[in-house]
């Protein structure tokens, strides 16, 4: 399988606990991305990588997260003492800025956060 | 800013109908359109997208979108339904000259019944 992969693909945490969640692009995609979607909702944007480079922080992404792409291959996302309202589906896309896939990004199957 | 906008929540139509998915949006500069459709416990799947040139752009699956800038829309139709087209649908954009975010609609049900 060569599309984008998540692990875990579902977590449960405690309040106040810490997570991390990874996520592997297609592997000749030089830009990543991070989405939270919940109920009912579409995707938000969190942030992105070029190669290992943060460029862009949505103001949803709170002193709690933080996300890392210290090769510019796999990407991990960290939310630090959750709560409760971080509980959500978790998304991660990935792109290219050459060839096919030019614009569009690919997206993975997620990884459902529930918080208790 | 940024913004697109899925008017209804759900749309019914009956297997071998013409479908229409309806989404607006709201950009500075050239949009950069999409849509894509979302299966129960699968991640989101790309359909089409709207960069350039022809106002009307076919993609995966028998989809098709149309442009209209005037109206500021990018409607999703497809000539004849199947059962199995029924999923949660999102419009989405971003500009042409702002950063790579996409701004996704709320998703609209499409419920394609026998």
């Known amino acids: 399988d060569t599309g984008v992969s998540q692990n875990p693909r579902h977590k449960i945490t405690k309040r106040g606990q810490n997570v991390t969640f990874r996520c592997d692009p297609i592997?000749?995609?030089?830009?990543l991305y991070w989405y939270r979607q919940t109920l009912g909702q579409g995707p938000e944007f969190l942030t992105y990588?070029?190669?290992?480079?943060?460029?862009?922080k949505s103001r949803l992404l709170s002193d709690r997260f933080s996300a890392e792409r210290p090769k510019g291959s796999f990407s991990t996302l960290e939310i630090q003492r959750t709560e409760q309202g971080d509980s959500a589906m978790y998304l991660c896309?990935?792109?290219?800025?050459?060839?096919?896939?030019?614009?569009?990004?690919?997206f993975g199957p997620g990884t459902r956060l529930t918080v208790t | 800013a940024q913004s697109v906008a899925q008017p209804e929540d759900q749309v019914n139509v009956a297997e071998g109908n013409p479908l229409t998915v309806k989404c607006t949006y709201s950009?500075?500069?050239?949009?950069?359109l999409f849509w894509y459709v979302q299966y129960p416990n699968r991640g989101l799947q790309f359909l089409l997208k709207?960069?350039?040139?022809?106002?009307l752009v076919k993609g995966s699956y028998g989809f098709e979108a149309e442009f209209n800038k005037s109206q500021t829309s990018f409607h999703l139709k497809k000539p004849s339904a199947l059962v199995s087209d029924s999923a949660l649908y999102f419009c989405?954009?971003?500009?042409?000259?702002?950063?790579?975010?996409?701004?996704f609609g709320k998703g609209t049900s499409l419920l394609v019944t026998p």
């Open positions: 709207y960069i350039t040139g022809d106002n």
């Open positions: 896309a990935s792109s290219s800025d050459m060839g096919i896939g030019l614009y569009e990004q690919y």
């Open positions: 592997s000749e995609h030089n830009r």
């Open positions: 950009v500075s500069g050239n949009p950069y």
């Open positions: 989405a954009v971003r500009s042409s000259n702002s950063g790579y975010a996409l701004n």
């Open positions: 990588f070029q190669n290992e480079a943060q460029l862009e």
